[in-house]
């Protein structure tokens, strides 16, 4: 067992916080849909790296939202299938900044997030669908030339950078000079674990870089009784 699942736990932990707040019946539907998510993802990527895992559910969420929303056929009812939403319209679902807030609402302080549809300069994006993206998800669009991949890079970690307030200052370092569209998202955001930890009861602890290297890092600390589960599909 690697601690990357101490840091799934909390994931978890932190969107069922969420949904216990919600005011819409539809909002905590769509919020247990999401935790689900997390949790699918989290066993799909972590049964196949033996490095510690970090995520970011809520900006993926995002951006194949974004897509879902021009989606149609095979391609619209595997990303439904995918994000955990079968059975739901997409052109019903929240983008942002409705979803955001309602985030925000609970855990979620400082949110700053952005959405982009990136088309390469030879690739026709309908303008229906970028209005879309403006107006539901508060995104933009940008043609790029991707065949100059240093200079796409940096207009892309400039673009995250004016997104987050500098808070995200690499979001790309290299492309592939044959990209036709990048879906980028970026976003931060400050929270607060409930319930919170005590910091005088944080110690040095080993934590496991990977598989060869441990560090001593100041790790929180809280006892108390808690509800377990077993996630046989789980391999970590
Ligand atoms: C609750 O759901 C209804 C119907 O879907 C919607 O019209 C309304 O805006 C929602 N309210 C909130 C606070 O999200
Ligand atoms: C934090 O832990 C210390 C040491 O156990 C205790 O004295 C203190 O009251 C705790 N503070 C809170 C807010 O629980």
């Known amino acids: 067992m690697t601690p990357s699942v101490p840091l799934a736990l909390v994931g978890l932990l932190l969107l069922s916080l969420v949904s ?79 979803g955001s807030a309602v985030l925000q609402g ?15 300069s030879s690739f026709q994006v309908s303008s229906t669908y970028l209005d879309l993206v403006q107006t539901k ?8 030339a991707y065949t100059s991949p240093q200079e796409t890079v940096d207009t892309i970690n400039r673009w995250a950078q004016d997104q987050t307030g500098d808070r995200i200052q690499e979001l790309v370092t290299n492309l592939d000079s044959q990209t036709q569209l990048l879906l980028a998202t970026a976003a931060s955001y400050q929270t607060r674990f409930s319930p919170s930890f005590n910091s005088s009861l944080t110690q040095d602890e080993r934590f496991y870089v ?26 970590k």
């Open 20 to 98: 216990s707040q919600t005011i819409n019946y539809s909002v905590e539907d769509l919020t247990n849909r999401n935790a689900d998510f997390a949790a699918q993802l989290y066993r799909s990527v972590s049964s196949r790296t033996d490095d510690n895992v970090f995520l970011s559910v809520f900006t993926l969420s995002t951006a194949l939202s974004a897509l879902l929303c021009t989606a149609n056929g095979p391609t619209q009812d595997q990303l439904l299938q995918g994000l955990g939403l079968t059975g739901l319209d997409p052109q019903t679902l929240p983008g942002t900044p409705e």
């Open 106 to 120: 609970s855990i979620v302080m400082n949110l700053q997030q952005g959405v982009a549809i990136l088309p390469s």
């Open 137 to 144: 998800f508060g995104g933009n669009a940008q043609s790029l």
């Open 210 to 235: 990977d598989r060869y290297h441990v560090v001593m890092v100041p790790m929180m600390f809280r006892a108390d009784k808690y509800f377990l589960a077993y996630d046989r599909l789980l391999k």
